[in-house]
């Protein structure tokens, strides 16, 4: 239960209504993230950027924040994979993903700032995510069924 859990790094891609209210997921996650030796919040997300403004000290990451900690740059979306640039302070790493998507881009951009946040270079955290292929069942295609039915 994440009630429960207690990471060395938290990382919160985003907050949206799901199977509690949005008051109770607030609650929910900010005890998650407190809990968290570091917390990792997605700031071009509006919901997590107001978790990150009350938490001490987040890591904060995303494409469209100016603040962030952890930032990407140039986003080039491809059909099967996309690239953009990382940077963190004074180091940048061109990030390439062989799985498409602004989200799959986003979710880089976290688990960049959790290694970071736990001692893993720049340059390794990037190396590692190059390998990733991501969850079989999200990337499959899926053709068309036509179905005819009779009245």
């Given at each position: 239960?994440?009630?429960?859990?207690?990471?060395?790094?938290?990382?919160?891609?985003?907050?949206?209504?799901?199977?509690?209210?949005?008051?109770?997921?607030?609650?929910?996650?900010?005890?998650?993230l407190?809990?968290?030796?570091?917390?990792?919040?997605?700031?071009?997300?509006?919901?997590?950027?107001?978790?990150?403004?009350?938490?001490?000290?987040?890591?904060?990451?995303?494409f469209d924040?100016?603040?962030?900690?952890?930032?990407?740059?140039?986003l080039?979306?491809?059909?099967?994979?996309?690239?953009?640039?990382?940077?963190?302070?004074?180091?940048?790493?061109?990030?390439?993903?062989p799985?498409?998507?602004?989200?799959?881009?986003?979710?880089?951009?976290?688990?960049?700032?959790?290694?970071?946040?736990?001692?893993?270079?720049?340059?390794?955290?990037?190396?590692?995510?190059?390998?990733f292929e991501?969850?079989k069942?999200?990337?499959?295609?899926?053709?068309?069924?036509?179905?005819s039915?009779?009245?």
């Amino acid at each position: 239960s994440i009630s429960l859990y207690r990471p060395t790094a938290a990382v919160l891609t985003n907050v949206s209504l799901d199977h509690h209210g949005l008051d109770e997921l607030r609650s929910l996650f900010g005890a998650f993230l407190a809990r968290a030796r570091t917390a990792v919040v997605n700031l071009d997300d509006p919901e997590t950027r107001a978790m990150a403004d009350i938490l001490r000290d987040p890591c904060g990451y995303g494409f469209d924040s100016p603040g962030a900690a952890i930032s990407g740059h140039g986003l080039e979306l491809e059909a099967d994979s996309c690239r953009f640039t990382v940077r963190h302070g004074d180091e940048a790493a061109k990030v390439e993903l062989p799985v498409p998507g602004r989200h799959n881009a986003s979710n880089a951009l976290g688990a960049i700032g959790a290694a970071i946040s736990i001692g893993v270079p720049l340059a390794e955290a990037d190396a590692a995510l190059s390998r990733f292929e991501g969850l079989k069942r999200r990337l499959e295609r899926a053709r068309a069924c036509r179905a005819s039915f009779t009245s």
